[in-house]
């Protein structure tokens, strides 16, 4: 997939290519996912990771956890393939990571990078030895790494080390003091591990999340001062509906517009048997909030009140926005530019003509007394009337959006066989 590029890097940082895609160095802020499937189900996971392609994820991880789950990869990679996915895989190691990349190579091989936690490969000289493991599979397999410190899996000697420091010389710093400065500590010194053992600076991103929108806020500028390794936001884990939303968007706005950030995930949690695609959705939102991405045609509508009493306009914006969304695979593949595209779906007659004007294309729902008339506007003129059905409504302004976009946006060429 790809998404139209508005923006400007301000944190300069190494480039490292993923599976062809460029993270860092420049390149647009990439939305990453994750799947949420059992990986031993190979079909399974394969749907998952080519539907969260098709929302926008540019890059899919897989937790990879157990001998079938590795074993499992290789079929992965392949039923993305065969359905024209070809979105960079990444595994998600813990624990056992150094056994399973090197007892299954063809894992090791069909992954576009492998996520490695310093804070769970082991303590001491084993976790050092061990991280090291990993770092060699992707040196000998050429794949970059990403270097994951979590603030709830840290290293505990670092922790406990500084905050005996901090007692001993009573130095008076908070305990969120030094779990931000421990890591930070911890994402250079595996870099700097990372690099001892073979890989390049342009095979490694680092990560260092949080739970907490400020402490996020702290440790990435931070480490953005220290470091020029392409960096991946997010929180740990932001939480459920609203509030996840406001807190990602919260913590991951401010890094953004400072110009902090290569890569993003908003890891919401999904209610039983929501949609996955709600965090892709979230991320490709943030950016196109900032004006960093443009990903698929934004749909503007009113918030209501008491002059849109008629349900209508609510639900016509939600088919909308749900028939844009589906036809965003097939529309960026054929039409150039079809991202940049903003619609209105409004309630009534006061903000309603105006912003359906602003728009390329809008409708404006009678509110509350008004008259029963849909005026539809296109780059700022009134284009037609809409009467009926709200199912009649709905498939006219569809088919009215169809046909914007095939006058509009350019077909894109066919590729030569």
Request: negative net charge; hydrophobic residues 40%; glycine residues 10%.
């Amino acid at each position: 997939m790809r998404a139209v590029m508005t923006d400007v890097r301000l944190h300069r940082t190494t480039p490292v290519t993923v599976g062809g895609l460029q993270i860092g160095g420049g390149a647009p802020v990439a939305v990453q996912s994750m799947t949420l499937t059992d990986t031993a189900d190979a079909a399974t996971t394969a749907a998952q990771c080519i539907e969260l392609a098709d929302a926008g994820s540019e890059l899919v991880r897989v937790t990879v956890n157990q001998d079938d789950a590795a074993r499992a990869v290789p079929e992965i990679r392949q039923r993305m393939l065969d359905a024209g996915c070809t979105a960079p895989l990444i595994g998600d190691f813990h624990y056992n990571g150094h056994l399973l990349l090197t007892r299954y190579p063809a894992c090791a091989a069909a992954l576009d990078k492998y996520r490695i936690n310093p804070g769970n490969v082991g303590t001491g000289r084993r976790r050092d030895e061990q991280f090291s493991t990993i770092c060699a599979v992707a040196r000998d397999h050429g794949k970059p790494v990403r270097i994951g410190v979590n603030g709830g899996s840290l290293n505990q000697e670092l922790v406990l080390a500084k905050m005996q420091d901090n007692t001993d010389r009573d130095l008076g710093r908070t305990s969120e003091e030094i779990i931000h400065e421990c890591m930070v500590i911890s994402a250079l010194e595996s870099t700097a591990l990372a690099l001892d053992s073979g890989l390049r600076t342009d095979q490694i991103i680092i990560s260092a999340k949080v739970s907490r929108p400020r402490d996020l806020v702290a440790v990435y500028r931070a480490l953005a001062a220290q470091t020029s390794q392409p960096l991946h936001l997010g929180l740990t884990e932001a939480g459920m509906g609203v509030k996840g939303l406001v807190w990602s968007a919260s913590a991951m706005g401010i890094l953004l517009n400072e110009g902090i950030g290569d890569t993003i995930r908003v890891s919401l949690t999904p209610r039983p048997n929501g949609d996955r695609r709600e965090e892709v959705y979230a991320a490709c939102e943030l950016l196109q909030a900032l004006g960093l991405r443009s990903f698929a045609p934004s749909i503007t509508a009113c918030p209501g009140c008491g002059r849109t009493t008629s349900t209508t306009f609510q639900e016509l914006a939600e088919r909308i926005q749900g028939y844009v969304r589906g036809m965003m695979p097939t529309w960026r593949t054929e039409h150039e530019g079809v991202e940049e595209m903003t619609v209105a779906v409004m309630g009534c007659v006061v903000n309603g003509p105006g912003e359906s004007k602003a728009a390329n294309i809008g409708i404006s729902l009678p509110g509350t007394g008004e008259e029963p008339t849909c005026p539809v506007y296109v780059d700022g003129r009134h284009a037609t009337t809409l009467r009926g059905s709200y199912d009649e409504l709905s498939e006219a302004f569809r088919r009215l959006i169809d046909d914007y976009v095939e006058e509009k946006y350019a077909r894109k060429p066919v590729a030569a066989p």
